[in-house]
C-alpha cells in the first residue's frame, strides 16, 4: 500500500505555528523527495533506509505506519456546489426546512441567516430569555443540545413527506418589513436594511414559513432526501461577527444527493479523525499542544524536533536548489507597516491586537511578505536583477 509523502507531512505541518511556504519549487520537488526517502516508494512495509539514523528511520515509518492503517478504497468523487446545482439547491432548501422545523419545536426562536457552505449548510438561531407566564421568572435563553438536533431533524422529516411546495414571492421593501414587524423578527430587518436590490425576493414552505432569501431551491419538500441529510452539531456564533452583539447558535448540516454520497462523505470524515495531526502527535509523542500556556501552542518533543529538522533542512535545500535564498525577518514590525500593506485594513479580524513598545503601537506578524518588500527597496534595483527568489520559513501569528 503507497502512502503520499505528504500524507506523512501533514502530521507535522498542519501542527507547526510557522506558516512555512506551502510549496517546494517544481524542478526540485523529485529531487528533493529523492534526496529524503532515496528515491524509493513509501509501502506500509518499508524499511525506510533513506537514513543513516536507524532512530531517525523507525520514527519516520511508524508515522507512515500510523498514516496508512486504513486499507485504500477506490473513491467516487464527490460533487460540489460549484459543479452540480442541484446539490446547491437541496441544501439551500434543507436550511429553510430546518428553519422551520426549530421554530416548530421552539417558538421563540429567531432565524439569522442560512447559508450554503462546502459540506452542507447551517442556520443560526437567537434563543432570547423569556418570562415564565404563572411565575413570573426569568427563563434564561435555551442551549440545544444532542437530543435537541435528534428532534429537529425528525421534524424536518415530517416536513419533507408532507410534501409542501417552495415558492417564490417578490414583495416591495415597504411590504417585507410590515411583515418582518408583524412576526417580531428584529434580524430580518437588519438583513432587510442590508438588501440594496429590490424587488425584495420572500421565499415559502407551504403556507406555514417564509423568509427573505434569493434562491435557489428546489420545487417542494418532497424532493429533499431525507436519508441523505444529517444535523451535525451545534456552535457559538456572534451576530454579524460582533462580539459586541448578541451570541447565536448555529446548527451544521450537511447534505447530499442519496445516501450513498452521505455514507461516503462520513467515510472521508472517519478516515480524516484516524489521520487527525492532534491524535498522531500525541500518540508518536512528537509534539503536545499546552493548554496552560494558551490554545493552540505547538511544543516539539524530541522525536518531533527531529522530524521538524529533517523537513526543514530539505525544503531549505530544494529551495537553494532551484535558485531561491533563505531569508528571515522580525515577528513584529511598526503598526505602521501593517496599515501600508493593507492588512490592517482588510485582515484585521484576523490579525492578534496591538502591543506598546517604547510608547509606539507594534503589530506581530501575520505574513512575511511586507517583510520582503522592505528589504528589496532597501537599495536601488535594475530589472536586469530580476526575478528576485526569496524564501523564508517564518512564524506568522493569526
Same mark, same amino acid.
Not at 526517502?37 to 537514513?51: A, E, K, Y
Not at 456546489?81 to 422551520?100: K, P, T
Given at each position: 500500500?503507497?502512502?503520499?509523502?505528504?500524507?506523512?507531512?501533514?502530521?507535522?505541518?498542519?501542527?507547526?505555528?510557522?506558516?512555512?511556504?506551502?510549496?517546494?519549487?517544481?524542478?526540485?520537488?523529485?529531487?528533493?523527495?529523492?534526496?529524503?526517502?532515496?528515491?524509493?516508494?513509501?509501502?506500509?512495509?518499508?524499511?525506510?533506509?533513506?537514513?543513516?539514523?536507524?532512530?531517525?528511520?523507525?520514527?519516520?515509518?511508524?508515522?507512515? &505506519?500510523?498514516?496508512?492503517?486504513?486499507?485504500?478504497?477506490?473513491?467516487?468523487?464527490?460533487?460540489?456546489? &460549484?459543479?452540480?446545482?442541484?446539490?446547491?439547491?437541496?441544501?439551500?432548501?434543507?436550511?429553510?426546512?430546518?428553519?422551520?422545523?426549530?421554530?416548530?419545536?421552539?417558538?421563540?426562536?429567531?432565524?439569522?441567516?442560512?447559508?450554503?457552505?462546502?459540506?452542507?449548510?447551517?442556520?443560526?438561531?437567537?434563543?432570547?430569555?423569556?418570562?415564565?407566564?404563572?411565575?413570573?421568572?426569568?427563563?434564561?435563553?435555551?442551549?440545544?443540545?444532542?437530543?435537541?438536533?435528534?428532534?429537529?431533524?425528525?421534524?424536518?422529516?415530517?416536513?419533507?413527506?408532507?410534501?409542501?411546495?417552495?415558492?417564490?414571492?417578490?414583495?416591495?421593501?415597504?411590504?417585507?418589513?410590515?411583515?418582518?414587524?408583524?412576526?417580531?423578527?428584529?434580524?430580518?430587518?437588519?438583513?432587510?436594511?442590508?438588501?440594496?436590490?429590490?424587488?425584495?425576493?420572500?421565499?415559502?414552505?407551504? $403556507?406555514?414559513?417564509?423568509?427573505?432569501?434569493?434562491?435557489?431551491?428546489?420545487?417542494?419538500?418532497?424532493?429533499?432526501?431525507?436519508?441523505?441529510?444529517?444535523?451535525?452539531?451545534?456552535?457559538?456564533?456572534?451576530?454579524?461577527? &460582533?462580539?459586541?452583539?448578541?451570541?447565536?447558535?448555529?446548527?451544521?448540516?450537511?447534505?447530499?444527493?442519496?445516501?450513498?454520497?452521505?455514507?461516503?462523505?462520513?467515510?472521508?470524515?472517519?478516515?480524516?479523525?484516524?489521520?487527525?495531526?492532534?491524535?498522531?502527535?500525541?500518540?508518536?509523542?512528537?509534539?503536545?499542544?499546552?493548554?496552560?500556556?494558551?490554545?493552540?501552542?505547538?511544543?516539539?518533543?524530541?522525536?518531533?524536533?527531529?522530524?521538524?529538522?529533517?523537513?526543514?533542512?530539505?525544503?531549505? $535545500?530544494?529551495?537553494?536548489? $532551484?535558485?531561491?535564498?533563505?531569508?528571515?525577518?522580525?515577528?513584529?514590525?511598526?503598526?505602521?507597516?501593517?496599515?501600508?500593506?493593507?492588512?490592517?485594513?482588510?485582515?484585521?479580524?484576523?490579525?492578534? $491586537?496591538?502591543?506598546?513598545?517604547?510608547?509606539?503601537?507594534?503589530?506581530?506578524?501575520?505574513?512575511?511578505?511586507?517583510?520582503?518588500?522592505?528589504?528589496?527597496?532597501?537599495?536601488?534595483?535594475?530589472?536586469?536583477?530580476?526575478?528576485?527568489?526569496?524564501?523564508?520559513?517564518?512564524?506568522?501569528?493569526?
Amino acid at each position: 500500500m503507497k502512502v503520499s509523502i505528504m500524507s506523512v507531512f501533514a502530521v507535522l505541518a498542519s501542527t507547526s505555528a510557522r506558516r512555512a511556504a506551502a510549496f517546494i519549487p517544481g524542478r526540485s520537488r523529485s529531487a528533493a523527495i529523492t534526496k529524503v526517502f532515496g528515491g524509493l516508494p513509501l509501502q506500509r512495509s518499508h524499511s525506510f533506509h533513506f537514513l543513516e539514523q536507524k532512530q531517525s528511520s523507525r520514527l519516520f515509518a511508524t508515522i507512515a &505506519d500510523e498514516a496508512a492503517t486504513v486499507e485504500e478504497e477506490e473513491l467516487v468523487e464527490l460533487p460540489t456546489n &460549484d459543479n452540480d446545482e442541484e446539490l446547491l439547491r437541496i441544501r439551500h432548501s434543507s436550511a429553510h426546512v430546518m428553519a422551520m422545523a426549530v421554530q416548530r419545536i421552539f417558538p421563540e426562536a429567531q432565524v439569522t441567516i442560512g447559508p450554503w457552505i462546502d459540506s452542507g449548510f447551517y442556520y443560526d438561531f437567537f434563543f432570547p430569555e423569556r418570562t415564565d407566564e404563572e411565575s413570573g421568572e426569568t427563563i434564561p435563553a435555551r442551549k440545544l443540545s444532542e437530543q435537541d438536533l435528534k428532534d429537529v431533524k425528525k421534524a424536518m422529516d415530517k416536513i419533507i413527506g408532507k410534501d409542501y411546495p417552495i415558492s417564490r414571492e417578490d414583495v416591495s421593501r415597504e411590504e417585507a418589513r410590515r411583515r418582518i414587524e408583524k412576526i417580531g423578527e428584529p434580524f430580518k430587518l437588519e438583513i432587510l436594511d442590508s438588501i440594496k436590490t429590490e424587488p425584495i425576493t420572500l421565499y415559502h414552505i407551504g $403556507d406555514e414559513w417564509w423568509d427573505l432569501c434569493a434562491g435557489p431551491h428546489v420545487d417542494s419538500t418532497g424532493k429533499l432526501p431525507k436519508k441523505a441529510i444529517q444535523l451535525q452539531s451545534v456552535a457559538g456564533a456572534y451576530w454579524r461577527g &460582533d462580539e459586541n452583539r448578541e451570541m447565536l447558535q448555529r446548527i451544521y448540516a450537511t447534505a447530499w444527493k442519496d445516501p450513498q454520497q452521505l455514507k461516503q462523505y462520513k467515510k472521508m470524515l472517519e478516515e480524516a479523525k484516524k489521520r487527525d495531526h492532534r491524535m498522531l502527535g500525541k500518540k508518536l509523542d512528537l509534539f503536545s499542544i499546552q493548554e496552560d500556556a494558551g490554545g493552540g501552542l505547538v511544543f516539539w518533543h524530541p522525536k518531533g524536533s527531529k522530524v521538524r529538522r529533517m523537513i526543514e533542512d530539505f525544503w531549505k $535545500d530544494a529551495h537553494i536548489q $532551484d535558485g531561491y535564498d533563505v531569508v528571515y525577518s522580525p515577528h513584529i514590525a511598526n503598526i505602521d507597516l501593517w496599515k501600508t500593506s493593507g492588512h490592517f485594513d482588510f485582515y484585521r479580524a484576523d490579525m492578534f $491586537d496591538q502591543m506598546d513598545v517604547e510608547n509606539e503601537q507594534y503589530q506581530i506578524k501575520p505574513m512575511n511578505c511586507p517583510f520582503h518588500c522592505l528589504m528589496y527597496k532597501d537599495e536601488l534595483r535594475s530589472y536586469r536583477d530580476l526575478p528576485f527568489r526569496w524564501a523564508e520559513l517564518g512564524t506568522v501569528y493569526r
